[in-house]
T-cell receptor, first 113, second 115 residues
């Protein structure tokens, strides 16, 4: 069965520093991969998705993620953190067979002034 | 992407009562999903709702507790029945975005507190 692991339930970075949120998946089939963001008291918003085109995917708000099949990883990065990036980030994977997404546990991003 | 609204946005309910959550989409979609997000947790899929057929429930969720209606391609409801404090969660609906990539688009959620 598919699974998604997000390393670190909480990640704290200083404003202006690099943001790195880790996501690893378990799959022998190249999946579709997603990052969603949830701001406080809101629903989930799609940040970006990998769908077997370019391995480096650019998303909204300056975020990007790189699909590395050999490492089964899809880590999310942003060169310079902003206070408005404080939110919960979820990685999800689909194997394309049953329309459902498998969700990671989420990583809360904390931005220090 | 689809625009999704949910009603109510939040509610505080007494144990033993029921609450019906509405999900409205601005375009016709085949698949809709209902999720529960318990405090500080990730998303747990409750059921998949397709128009014209009964909802498909995930393990641990039953129709008597979470009845779902899907009367047309733009609307669905989820009822949380006979509520207990353990049902306090955010309930989210989402829609399958089509296009073969399984992208889902989410509503703003309903924050439920059961006293």
């Amino acid at each position: 069965a598919q699974s998604v692991t997000q390393l670190g339930s909480h990640v704290s970075v200083s404003e202006g520093a690099l943001v790195l949120l880790r996501c690893n998946y378990s799959s022998s089939v190249p999946p579709y991969l997603f990052w969603y963001v949830q701001y406080p008291n809101q629903g989930l918003q799609l940040l970006l998705k990998y769908t077997s085109a370019a391995t480096l995917v650019k998303g909204i708000n300056g975020f990007e993620a790189e699909f590395k099949k050999s490492e089964t990883s899809f880590h999310l990065t942003k060169p310079s953190a902003h206070m408005s990036d404080a939110a919960e980030y979820f990685c999800a994977v689909s194997d394309g067979s049953n329309y459902q997404l498998i969700w990671g546990a989420g990583t809360k991003l904390i931005i220090k002034p | 992407s689809a625009v999704i609204s949910q009603k109510p946005s939040r509610d505080i309910c007494q144990r033993g009562t029921s609450l019906t959550i509405q999900c409205q989409v601005d375009s016709q979609v085949t698949m809709m999903f209902w999720y529960r997000q318990q405090p500080g947790q990730s998303l747990t899929l409750i059921a998949t709702a397709n128009q014209g057929s009964e909802a498909t429930y995930e393990s641990g969720f039953v129709i008597d507790k979470f009845p779902i209606s899907r009367p047309n391609l733009t609307f669905s409801t989820l009822t949380v029945s006979n509520m207990s404090p353990e049902d306090s969660s955010i309930y989210l609906c989402s829609v399958h975005g089509g296009g073969g990539t399984d992208t889902q688009y989410f509503g703003p959620g309903t924050r439920l507190t059961v006293l």
